[in-house]
């Protein structure tokens, strides 16, 4: 069945760190990936998407993902985390539906 | 132009109790989907519509059902509701292609007692 595993459940950061947060699929077809992002209290916004091209993709608000297709893997980066990026950050395969990691809370301190 | 919409925010329901959700998707979206978000299972698709037809359904009891309409407006409905059917329901629409984005609702917080 295809699944999406997020390692980091819950990450906490000082502003100005670097972020990585892991996303491995299991889909052996063409995959449509993403990365939602969740702010406390609002709904889930996009981040940034990779159909296919270049794989390393760069969303809203400076953050970048790289796609390796053999390593299965779409992990999302920002060179340096603000306190407002404290949000649960959820990636995603679309196939003929979304599904989702199971999220990672950020928590950025300032 | 306006968003996902999802009506109502918050519900409090009886075990036993039927309820339905509405969401209204982004003017041109011909596909609505749901989700169920737990914390203890995460985002889990529930069922998508496209153009009035279910095309998709994820793996839950047939208690969870939906519609859409002509104007693609979607309605979830689950009858006879469990503790465990405490969550948030989102919604989120598409133009309905592989390649396109969803835009998600607020969520309807159902809270089961």
């Known amino acids: 069945a295809q699944s999406v595993s997020q390692h980091n459940h819950h990450v906490i950061l000082s502003e100005a760190a670097s972020l990585e947060l892991g996303c491995n699929y299991s889909?052996?077809?063409?995959?449509?990936l993403f990365w939602y992002v969740q702010y406390p209290g609002q709904h889930l916004q996009l981040l940034l998407k990779y159909f296919s091209g270049d794989p390393l993709v760069k969303g809203i608000k400076g953050f970048e993902a790289e796609f390796i297709k053999s390593k299965f893997s779409f992990n999302l980066r920002k060179p340096s985390v603000q306190w407002s990026d404290t949000a649960e950050y959820f990636c995603a395969v679309y196939t003929y539906k979304y599904i989702f990691g199971t999220g990672t809370r950020l928590k950025v301190l300032a | 132009k306006a968003g996902v919409t999802q009506t109502p925010r918050y519900l409090i329901k009886t075990r036993g109790q039927q309820v339905t959700l509405s969401c209204s998707p982004i003017?041109?979206?011909?596909?609505v989907s749901w989700y169920q978000q737990t914390p203890g299972q995460g985002l889990q698709f529930l069922f998508e519509y496209f153009s009035e037809t279910q095309r998709n359904k994820g793996n839950f009891p047939g208690r969870f059902s939906g519609r859409q309409f002509s104007n693609s407006r979607s309605e979830m409905n689950v009858s006879t509701l469990e503790l465990g059917d405490s969550a948030l329901y989102l919604c989120?629409?598409?133009?309905?292609?592989?390649?396109?984005?969803?835009?998600f609702g607020q969520g309807t917080r159902l809270t089961v007692v």
């Open positions: 889909y052996g077809g063409t995959v449509n």
């Open positions: 003017s041109g979206h011909r596909s």
């Open positions: 989120a629409s598409s133009e309905g292609t592989d390649s396109s984005e969803a835009f």
